[in-house]
Structure formats: structure tokens, C-alpha cells
């Protein structure tokens, strides 16, 4: 969450920062707040008064004096209470600042383009690079009709949307064959990288509280793209939900926890299985398995001293970056708008997309945010600086591989006329093969 002593200081800057993000005003008062906040402020001021002129009559044995002060002390604390459920609430919805340097705009049109890279042509230059998809029209042409990747899935006999309609529903999917080898190769491969890099992998809980989601903010926001478990059967009657990607899970892995400064950075990873709802997504790319209720990703996130996590978020970027061209697949990279930063806890936020030579059109597959100290102040999570003093850290959170949208990615960009699959170099040697060939 944001600090409520900046926007004390900052109210025009915060709310500027709201409208330029199309946050609601009305859910995001910082007038309201202000209000609230200074009659919070002046309620518990008072409440300590009364609290030590308690003490001080007790001590004094002051009978009549310790009832009177005990009746006022209750009136005032039954007074700051819906004062304080407000004020958290219109807290919560307070997004954090964005950088200087997003650009200002509605929706993803506004979006810029930083990086555009094919692998036979490399880097574009910066004259072909411009808003939103405009790349695009530079990205070679297809030399052959090619087929999208439910026809594909179909013919290599690996993506089953029928079977799994009759178990699950819609908008599930059963991978199975050569598929599934191939979404096992990327896990394998950008593990390996990233314990190279370091990174501690982890095995984190698929069912986490509200106060964990809260702290991400995926909660109050993107409440409505969570399932909640029904509590009739867990533990102490607690509500859980099922995460929606393992970021939760690993940075309320440092829940309340203070570390030492030699500790940072720390870096760490999750596959995960992960679900969403995708309410509002009806009969938009629900075809196949680019937007469904049930997907693996492998997530890599980092904590970070403040200073550094700007070289951090930079850092991520790199290791998407290297794991594309690894795989030798088209893609542009994007600093986000204002208007499309997504989550409250954006500071700055790179998307990845990969081009899809049968649609023309750019797929998003990874993103890249830096939430500044926005996500520790609700986890709590700090560090001992160099003073010796107890700072909020930097949480840096990326989506390494969204396993679905990577086969896609690849199926569109690796097909060949017959309707086999060609695998990419970098992971035949986890597949075992170098073509995917359709079923006989």
C-alpha cells in the first residue's frame, strides 16, 4: 500500500496518479481519506489521554474518576472503529505510484514499444518500433496458410478440448503426447537457467488466505478473478482461495519477517499450477488454451533493497529475454501505459508478447513489475539497512514461462505445411525428438 505520510505530503500527485491509471475516484477518495485520516489521528490521540488519565487514577485509587474516564474511553473507541474500517478500506484501494517514465494513456493502445527482436533479423531498429503493435507490420510474412494451434493440437493428437468439456467444462484443456514433453522441456530449461542465476527454487501452497492476496493486492481489485474455496471443510472454518499465479505464495513466504541487509537480494521460483476465472472474458480468446481457468506457469520473483530494484526489474527482463530467443521466437517487448498497468501494486511493468504469424497480431506471455515497496507494506516484509534501522523491502515479481501461451507460441511460429511441429533446438534434448508429427 502506499504511504499514507506521501500522501498526506502529495495529494495532488496521488490523485493524479489515480485518474491517469482509471482507477475510480470514488473507491480511491484521497479527499475522503484525508478527512478520515485526521479525525483517525485525532481520535487516538485523544484515546491515549484518556488510557494514561486511567492509569493515573488507578494508581491514585480514584474510583469515580477510573469509571468515568473507562465510560468515555469506550464511547471514543466505539467512535474510531468504522472510522478505521473505512479509512483501511479506501487504503487499500490507493494504487501505488508509476514511475516517471510510463507513459500516460487509456488502454494498450497507449502501450510503447522498447524492444522488437526476430530471429532473422535481430533487433529491429528504433524506427520500426512505435505504440502498441505497430512492429508488427515489419515481422516476416508466413511462407505457407498456416493453421492455429487448436487445428494443430488436434492433428498431432495432443490438446483434447472435447474430453476435457465433458469432465471439467469449458475452457479446460488436456495436453497429453508431444505436448506435454514440450511443456515439460520449458520448465526444464529455464530452471536450469535460473538456478544458474541463483534463484532458490520453491514448492509453494496452491490455497492461500485473503490477507496473502491482499497483500499482493490482488485483492481488493482482482477479486473477482479468484476461487474461493468453500470453508465448510477447512481448518478453523477459514476462507482460502486458489492463486492465480505462485506470486502470493512465494512473497507471503516472507510474511512479518525482517532480514539482514546481506540477505538481499533474494531470488527465488515456483511451477505452479494457477486459477482464474476470466470473468469478463467471455467469448474473447477462449479458444483453446490461451485463456483458460486452469494453466501452469513458472513464476520468478525477487525482494530487494529500494535502490536496487529498478536494476532488478531490468535484470528479469534479461532472462525473459534470453529464454525467447533461446526458444528463437519473435517477440517485442512493451513498457506498459498508465491505463493498462493492470494491478494496483504497478510502479512500472514490462509485458513480453511473442508474434503469432497466423493471427499477425502480438500474444502477451510474460510481464514484468516492479512494485516498489508497495506489496511489503501490506506483507510487512523489511530488512536492516546499513543504519541498522528497519526499511521496507522492493518486491520485483515476473512471469518466467505461462506454459499454455509458450506452446501456442511455438506451434504458431514452428509449424510446417504437413501439420508437423518442428521443436525448437534448445529443447530437443528434453523432448527426445526434433518434429512433432501428426497423427497417423
Not at 533487433?123 to 518500433?129: G, I, T
Request: proline share 5%; with cysteine; net charge negative.
Amino acid at each position: 500500500m502506499l504511504d499514507i505520510n506521501f500522501i498526506r505530503e502529495h495529494p495532488e500527485e496521488v490523485k493524479n496518479n489515480i485518474l491517469q491509471r482509471g482507477v475510480d475516484p470514488k473507491k480511491a477518495d484521497v479527499d475522503r481519506l484525508l478527512v478520515l485520516d485526521k479525525q483517525r489521528r485525532q481520535l487516538t490521540t485523544n484515546i491515549e489521554q484518556l488510557r494514561h488519565a486511567r492509569t493515573e487514577a488507578a494508581e491514585k485509587r480514584d474510583i469515580e474518576r477510573g469509571r468515568k474516564l473507562k465510560e468515555d474511553l469506550k464511547s471514543l473507541e466505539e467512535q474510531l472503529e468504522p472510522l478505521v474500517t473505512e479509512w483501511q478500506l479506501l487504503m487499500s484501494w490507493m494504487p501505488n505510484m508509476l514511475s516517471a517514465d510510463t507513459p500516460v494513456g487509456k488502454d494498450a493502445g497507449g502501450n510503447v514499444e522498447i524492444k522488437a527482436w526476430h530471429p532473422q533479423r535481430g533487433y529491429f531498429p528504433k524506427e520500426e518500433l512505435g505504440l502498441a503493435e505497430h512492429s508488427g507490420r515489419f515481422m516476416p510474412g508466413p511462407a505457407f496458410p498456416l493453421r492455429d494451434h487448436v487445428e494443430l493440437g488436434k492433428l498431432l493428437d495432443s490438446i483434447d478440448l472435447e474430453q476435457s468439456a465433458k469432465t471439467s467444462g469449458s475452457r479446460f484443456s488436456y495436453i497429453k503426447g508431444g505436448l506435454s514433453l514440450l511443456q515439460f522441456a520449458l520448465f526444464e530449461l529455464l530452471k536450469n537457467k535460473l538456478l544458474q542465476e541463483g534463484f532458490t527454487p520453491m514448492i509453494v501452497p496452491l490455497l492461500v488466505k485473503e490477507k496473502v492476496l491482499y497483500g499482493t493486492s490482488h485483492f481488493p481489485g482482482d477479486a473477482d478473478q479468484v476461487y474461493k474455496i468453500e470453508n465448510k471443510y477447512v481448518e478453523e472454518n477459514q476462507d482460502l482461495f486458489l492463486v492465480g499465479s505462485s506470486e502470493p505464495s512465494l512473497f507471503g513466504y516472507y510474511l512479518d519477517k525482517v532480514l539482514a541487509s546481506d540477505e538481499l537480494p533474494q531470488k527465488f521460483f515456483a511451477y505452479t499450477s494457477c486459477f482464474r476465472s476470466e470473468v469478463g472474458s467471455w467469448g474473447k480468446d477462449v479458444r483453446g488454451l490461451k485463456r483458460v481457468h486452469q494453466f501452469d506457469k513458472l513464476e520468478m520473483d525477487a525482494l530487494t533493497a529500494p535502490e536496487a530494484s529498478g536494476e532488478m526489474h531490468e535484470y528479469l527482463l534479461s532472462l525473459n529475454e534470453w529464454f525467447l530467443q533461446q526458444l528463437r521466437l519473435p517477440y517485442h517487448v512493451i513498457l506498459m501505459c498508465s491505463g493498462d498497468t493492470g494491478y494496483a501494486a504497478t510502479h512500472k511493468k514490462y509485458d513480453i508478447e511473442v508474434w503469432l504469424p497466423s493471427q499477425k497480431t502480438y500474444m502477451e506471455v510474460m510481464s514484468d513489475t516492479n512494485a516498489t515497496d508497495f506489496q511489503s507494506r501490506r506483507f510487512n516484509t523489511r530488512y536492516l539497512n546499513s543504519k541498522g534501522e528497519k526499511e521496507y523491502v522492493h518486491n520485483v515479481n515476473d512471469t518466467g514461462c505461462a506454459m499454455g501461451r509458450m506452446i501456442i507460441a511455438i506451434l504458431d511460429n514452428y509449424q510446417q505445411p504437413d501439420g508437423s511441429v518442428k521443436v525448437p533446438g534448445a529443447l530437443q534434448a528434453y523432448v527426445g525428438k526434433e518434429l512433432l508429427e501428426p497423427k497417423k
